[in-house]
């Protein structure tokens, strides 16, 4: 895990202050897995304790994720900083190194017609009742307790668009207009695929695995 040791190696020098690292680029997966910990604040504005969060954790490179916690018990927030004295939970991306810049070729994108409609979920460990129903037009996500619509305008048989048009969610109320830009960038078994994404609101590229359920 060559990549991963010099990135954490990178962070070391470079994390006081700072943004904390969410996403890691790895050659031990076939998609995407998690991990999500429980870390603690002190006084200090230092993450002081961090413990793995087993039924959030689908990554299982325990070399890795020691690596991970050594990170976070590195880190050092502002002195001010409003996380003080308080443990929270936060979700580690581990991502198949070859999909930060993967795209499928013209032919290739042929095979995602069949995500255009349908009923679909997430494969995170975050959105497990989650239920992403989508016609030509519409895309809604459902859980038992929020529901946020989108209009999904397809520019090829592989990209979308997806702009915010409803939410239950009074925190996301303010998103409604913004747009989500979405790439299939690669098929798996036939009836998943995983995405790269990017929201004109932010600054960072998102990636994650869905699966068709009819």
Not at 8 to 20: C, E, K, R
Not at 63 to 88: F, H, W
Request: hydrophobic letters at 35%; a positive charge.
């Amino acid at each position: 895990m060559k990549n991963i040791i010099l990135l954490f190696s990178l962070l070391f020098f470079t994390n006081s202050y700072a943004q904390v690292q969410k996403k890691f680029f790895v050659n031990d997966v076939t998609t995407i897995e998690y991990v999500t910990v429980n870390f603690c604040v002190n006084n200090k504005a230092q993450i002081s304790e961090v413990s793995i969060v087993a039924d959030k954790t689908t990554y299982d490179n325990k070399s890795n994720i020691e690596q991970l916690r050594a990170y976070l018990l590195s880190i050092e927030y502002y002195p001010d900083s409003k996380l003080k004295n308080n443990c929270y939970d936060s979700t580690f991306e581990f991502i198949n190194s070859s999909y930060e810049k993967k795209s499928l070729n013209k032919e290739e994108c042929l095979a995602c017609k069949k995500f255009k409609t349908g009923l679909f979920a997430y494969k995170h460990v975050l959105y497990k009742d989650v239920i992403i129903k989508r016609n030509r037009k519409i895309q809604k996500e459902m859980n038992t307790d929020d529901k946020q619509v989108y209009k999904i305008e397809w520019l090829s048989d592989c990209t979308y668009v997806l702009t915010y048009k409803r939410m239950t969610e009074q925190r996301l109320k303010h998103l409604i207009g913004e747009k989500i830009q979405v790439e299939i960038i690669d098929i798996i078994d036939d009836d998943s695929y995983v995405f790269r994404s990017k929201a004109n609101f932010k600054d960072t590229f998102d990636y994650g695995v869905i699966n068709k359920i009819k």
